[in-house]
T-cell receptor, first 115, second 121 residues
Framework: AQSVTQLGSHVSVSEGALVLLRCNYS??????LFWYVQYPNQGLQLLLK??????LVKGINGFEAEFKKSETSFHLTKPSAHMSDAAEYFC?????????????FGKGTMLLVSP | DAGVIQSPRHEVTEMGQEVTLRCKPI?????LFWYRQTMMRGLELLIY????????DSGMPEDRFSAKMPNASFSTLKIQPSEPRDSAVYFC???????????????????FGEGSRLTVL
């Protein structure tokens, strides 16, 4: 069965610092992986996704993530944090066993950015 | 193209009242999902439909909750009677996996609505 673990319910960084949000997954087969962002009082929106091919994927707002099969990880990074990046971030996984029809979400990581 | 549309955005009601939340998925999408989000439990999948047919409702908390999808462009989530512990943000999401010819068109990516914030007093 697929599962997702996000390390750290809260991550604090200073503006301009590196952002690193960790995500590890459990899947018996190669999965598709997603990162979503949720701003206050809004729905979740897709940041980026990995399906096949290049393991380093780039998303919106300068974020990127790297799929590392050997480490079962899909960590999200951004070289320089901006105040507007403060939000909650969710990692999610889906796999062929479910026909890619359902996503399993992590519990989310709240990113706090200080001036 | 319009995204997933939910209504109402906010609902305040009293315990025991019936609540109906509505969702219009993105046109052409073949999957529709209802989620609930609370501080305590995070994001929970309640039920999902494929081509208007309910596939898995194991996340529905109890018989007070029901969901329908009478056609491809509309779904409802109903709570009757409502209780204070039902207070949460309810999200509808849709996705496209297969087209009408059975060709895989999507990757399971979900498109979320803005949510309906329910407060039961």
């Amino acid at each position: 069965a697929q599962s997702v673990t996000q390390l750290g319910s809260h991550v604090s960084v200073s503006e301009g610092a590196l952002v690193l949000l960790r995500c590890n997954y459990s899947s018996s087969v190669p999965p598709y992986l997603f990162w979503y962002v949720q701003y206050p009082n809004q729905g979740l929106q897709l940041l980026l996704k990995y399906t096949t091919g290049a393991t380093l994927v780039k998303g919106i707002n300068g974020f990127e993530a790297e799929f590392k099969k050997s480490e079962t990880s899909f960590h999200l990074t951004k070289p320089s944090a901006h105040m507007s990046d403060a939000a909650e971030y969710f990692c999610a996984v889906t796999e062929p066993n479910s026909g890619y029809s359902t996503l399993t979400f992590g519990k989310g990581t709240m990113l706090l950015v200080s001036p | 193209d319009a995204g997933v549309i939910q209504s109402p955005r906010h609902e305040v009601t009293e315990m025991g009242q019936e609540v109906t939340l509505r969702c219009k998925p993105i046109s052409g999408h073949d999957y529709l999902f209802w989620y609930r989000q609370t501080m305590m439990r995070g994001l929970e999948l309640l039920i999902y439909f494929n081509n208007n047919v309910p596939i898995d409702d194991s996340g529905m908390p109890e018989d007070r909750f029901s969901a329908k999808m009478p056609n491809a462009s509309f779904s409802t989530l109903k709570i009757q009677p409502s209780e204070p512990r039902d207070s949460a943000v309810y999200f509808c999401a849709s996705s496209l996996l297969w087209d009408g010819q059975g060709v895989k068109r999507g990757t399971g990516e979900l498109f979320f609505g803005e949510g309906s914030r329910l407060t039961v007093l």
